[in-house]
């Protein structure tokens, strides 16, 4: 089954505070992550572009 996850787009200055409210680094994308059971508001400010446009898109994410 595939895992589906929540991409974030976090500066590298910055990895710090993503990964001590939660967030989970993926090496195979190189990309910071929202774990399924955390509430992914909490990671707003780092949201891409195109979650943030509306809630609607909140849970458009890569398959991993």
Known sequence: MAK???Y???PFDEKDM???IGGRWDND???WFVP???DPDEF???WP???SATESQLF???QN
């Open 44 to 46: 707003r400010r780092w």
């Open 18 to 20: 993503c990964k001590s």
């Open 49 to 51: 572009d195109y979650a």
């Open 4 to 6: 589906i996850r929540f």
């Open 60 to 62: 458009v994410v890569e």
């Open 29 to 31: 994308k190189r990309k």
């Open 36 to 38: 399924s059971d955390l």
């Open 8 to 10: 974030l787009e976090c």
